[in-house]
């Protein structure tokens, strides 16, 4: 899986609803005061999923390990300082090595060429944890949070509540169609939000500046035409027209992984840019607009008024990281069934 384009809608539907479910049943199993306790799927008993990270991780990898654990097996961490691959070792011998160990392989990765060539020769299936590319896994925790909050979009909305064994457990809420603005650099994660939102119905508002640089390359854009994704996206350069009747506001670094040095000239670009109150009160923001960021963020992205006030979802957001890692790897890696569009927990 390298991007959510590879994936149907109701097949993406699937994983948030299983998400959903995985996270109710484990969070009581992981506090020791609690009496309901179900324990989650053992999918991944006497299995091991590689991760193989050549950039820094604290969500992605901690979700990652954490998540294996809850599914009765076992994540082995291999950092770029540590195994072979990129020094002594091709990806095309490491997939075919380590696929030969471990059930599941979830890469970060530089360009996105290196995860594609690790997917064709791995015995085993390949999850991306980044690449230059596409980040799909934070798309579904950012549309998890979206949907667990679909009451401060819609207040009329009821929980509804399903019965397993005889628990109480909410199914996932729905959400009704939303304006979702995005402030910021055509990178990783906006890509997977645009191959993502517009199949649910959400429309996108994304201001980055002029330069092509800041814009979906070829290989991106391609996939979200091809999903007629584009029909719900506009794209502009002024972030206050990008916002307007925004019902979620999302940015992301302006200086992604491995562009350090690019520092001072993607500053002096992106002046302008930081999400604000004022900006989005200027823009004709939704009054009650929430914030989205996948992290980490600096400062200059957005400022602290809006990144830990009350708009802010940023927290469960990175929270829903290991619920939605942990409803891939049981769906991948554990049931070999990730595929498939019928909607069971
Ligand atoms: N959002 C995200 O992928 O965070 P990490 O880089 O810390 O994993
Ligand atoms: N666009 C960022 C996302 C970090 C989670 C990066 O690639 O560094």
Redesign the pocket.
């Known amino acids: 899986l390298m991007t959510l384009a590879d994936l149907s809608a109701p097949q993406i539907h699937r994983i948030l609803v299983h998400s959903h479910y995985l996270k109710q049943i484990s969070l009581p199993w992981l506090q020791p005061g609690k009496l309901w306790k179900q324990k989650p799927s053992q999918s991944l008993d006497k299995k091991t999923v590689a991760l193989l990270f050549s950039k820094r991780s604290t969500r992605t990898r901690v979700s990652a390990e954490t998540a294996a654990t809850l599914l009765g097996g076992q994540a082995l961490f291999l950092g770029k300082e540590d195994i072979q691959l990129g020094v002594n070792e091709s990806p095309r011998d490491t997939a075919r090595v380590i696929g030969g160990m471990c059930q599941g392989i979830f890469a970060r990765v530089g360009d996105h060429s290196e995860i594609e060539e690790l997917a064709k020769y791995s015995p085993v299936p390949v999850l991306n944890a980044?690449s230059s590319l596409w980040?799909p896994t934070?798309i579904l925790a950012d549309l998890l949070t979206l949907h667990e909050h679909a009451h401060l979009f819609s207040p009329n909305n009821v929980t509804e509540y399903k019965s397993i064994d005889d628990k109480r457990w909410t199914a996932l809420p729905e959400l009704r169609p939303l304006t979702v603005a995005y402030v910021g650099?055509s990178?990783?994660?906006l890509h997977d939000m645009l191959v993502t939102y517009p199949r649910f119905g959400h429309s996108l508002r994304i201001a980055s500046p002029e330069n092509e640089r800041y814009r979906a390359p070829k290989a991106v854009w391609d996939r979200v035409v091809e999903l007629e994704c584009d029909k719900k996206i506009w794209w502009g350069a002024d972030p206050k027209e990008a916002v307007h009747g925004a019902d979620v506001v999302v940015t992301?670094?302006f200086i992604?992984?491995g562009q350090e040095a690019e520092k001072e000239e993607r500053l002096r670009d992106f002046q302008g840019y930081q999400v604000t109150e004022q900006l989005c009160k200027d823009g004709g923001a939704n009054p009650d607009w929430k914030f989205l960021h996948?992290?980490?963020r600096k400062p200059h992205e957005v400022d602290d008024e809006v990144f830990y006030g009350p708009r802010s979802l940023v927290f469960p957001e990175a929270d829903n990281r290991k619920w939605t890692i942990m409803s891939l790897f049981d769906l991948l890696f554990g049931k070999w069934n990730l595929h498939s569009d019928k909607i069971t927990p």
């Open positions: 980044l980040h934070q650099d990178a990783n994660v992301d670094t992604s992984m996948c992290l980490p």
